[in-house]
């Protein structure tokens, strides 16, 4: 009955592109946005196809050798490409291996490089890699207009104890306009490196996303989700100008008789905006309760970006970061393949200031922002549209499985209900906003 009810959820008319992973829970799968075209890299970079900035490309990441692909950039905007790559389910994987992301101008003199590897656990899930072409008096190179070039290859190119197969790649571009004025070209010098004290009070249910797209928004506060192995959980939270973002991972005791331990079995990222990656922590899991929290953040400025140090660096936008959770598959190997309580500890504190005021609009426009909707959302769970958030009596029957027929109508009726009201408050919504222009500020 399970099995039936996870076809009939996944195969409901009107249930949002992507969303089918969340609704079965399936380990292993990843969300792509709704849409997104399809290119292909290129071996050469004289077939290289062009990414434009503010849009969201699927394409295909062999084992071996660079993928390419084109940029036209002019010279007064940062520009910061992204590449998820998404390896299959199951198996294993070479702790060193992952993604690797350069940007590369005309002459094959590159601006910037970072990688993104499976960790410890050597579980194969989604990971991303950033790179940027950065106009900063700092560097020499890659301050003119004109064509660049994204190389995207494994981080392992050897492919030594990983999968042999082709990964789908989520490619991402977006632009930053310099500031209007000339600001401080060093990082704070001081600021609150203190590990605070995680969120207590009592946890609110949330379902994690399935992908960068589907990201589920958080708030300050404690929320509780479920996680099976294999599976991986995304979560966002808006974080404004001047405010310092912490998070704690707790995996609850298990409700199985196994015994055993895995080291690093949960694995928590964090990515800023531009899904460039910040920090991370794994939590090691024998059964019992477990957590751990993320290294202490400087608070979000501009200026952080002038910093040496990658973590501090990475702090230099205010907008949506996210929170990517993976549970390892060798848990179920010690402790059965159900689901494990996962618990998110989410602090955002210090004082909001303003921004850098920008001299132009970021591509796409709402990428630095932490607007009012937002922040509702974030508060209450839910997504700024239709989202795996809005879901819960479908989320917990597809992940808890169905016993009865009975219970199986009961769930699907509920769903309709939700899906119902969701559509009513959308159409309201709408018709309220008919006669001015409002996006997210």
């Not at 190997?333 to 309580?341: A, L, Q, R, S, T």
Request: hydrophobic share 35%; glycine share 14%.
């Amino acid at each position: 009955m399970a099995a039936l009810a996870v076809v009939l959820l996944t195969g409901m008319p009107g249930l949002p592109a992507g969303q089918e992973a969340v609704a079965a829970g399936t380990p292993g799968t990843y969300a792509f946005e709704e849409g997104a075209p399809r290119v292909e890299g290129a071996l050469s970079t004289a077939d290289a196809v062009r990414l434009e900035a503010g849009r969201t490309y699927r394409s295909t990441l062999p084992a071996g050798g660079p993928v390419h692909y084109r940029l036209e950039l002019d010279d007064t905007s940062d520009v910061y490409v992204s590449a998820t790559a998404v390896p299959p389910g199951g198996g294993t994987a070479a702790v060193v291996d992952g993604v690797k992301v350069s940007v590369q101008d005309g002459d094959g003199r590159s601006c910037d490089v970072n990688t993104a590897t499976f960790g410890a656990a050597a579980s194969p899930h989604p990971v991303a890699a950033w790179a940027a072409r950065e106009i900063s008096p700092r560097r020499s190179l890659c301050k003119d207009a004109g064509t660049y070039y994204v190389a995207v290859e494994r981080a392992d190119p050897d492919g030594k104890g990983a999968s042999p197969d082709a990964w789908e790649l989520e490619l991402t571009t977006v632009s930053e306009p310099r500031p209007a004025q000339a600001g401080a070209t060093t990082p704070p010098d001081a600021w609150n490196s203190a590990s605070p004290e995680p969120v207590a009070g009592e946890a609110r249910r949330r379902a994690g996303g399935a992908g960068f797209a589907e990201a589920t928004p958080l708030g300050e506060g404690v929320w509780r989700d479920d996680i099976r192995p294999g599976q991986t959980l995304f979560y966002k939270v808006p974080v404004g100008w001047g405010r310092q973002f912490n998070a704690t991972a707790e995996l609850g005791s298990s409700s199985s008789d196994g015994t055993g331990f895995v080291p690093a079995a949960l694995d928590l990222d964090l990515y800023n905006p531009v899904r460039g990656h910040v920090a991370d922590v794994g939590v090691g899991y024998d059964g019992r309760q477990k957590s751990d929290s993320l290294a202490p953040l400087p608070p979000v400025a501009y200026a952080n970006r002038h910093a040496p140090t990658g973590q501090v660096a990475a702090m230099r936008f205010a907008g949506s970061y996210y929170l990517v959770a993976h549970l390892a598959e060798k848990v179920a190997d010690d402790f059965g393949d159900g689901p494990v309580p996962l618990t998110l500890r989410v602090r955002v504190s210090g004082a909001a200031q303003d921004g850098p005021g920008y001299a132009g609009e970021p591509v796409p426009s709402d990428v630095f922002t932490e607007g009012e909707e937002d922040r509702e959302a974030a508060a209450d769970g839910r997504a700024a549209g239709p989202g795996p958030g809005d879901d819960t009596a479908m989320t917990a029957l597809a992940v808890g499985g169905i016993g009865t027929g009975s219970a199986l109508l009961v769930g699907l009726g509920a769903w309709t209900v939700v899906a119902r009201r969701r559509a009513v408050s959308l159409h309201e919504e709408g018709s309220s906003r008919q006669g001015g222009s409002r996006g997210r500020p």
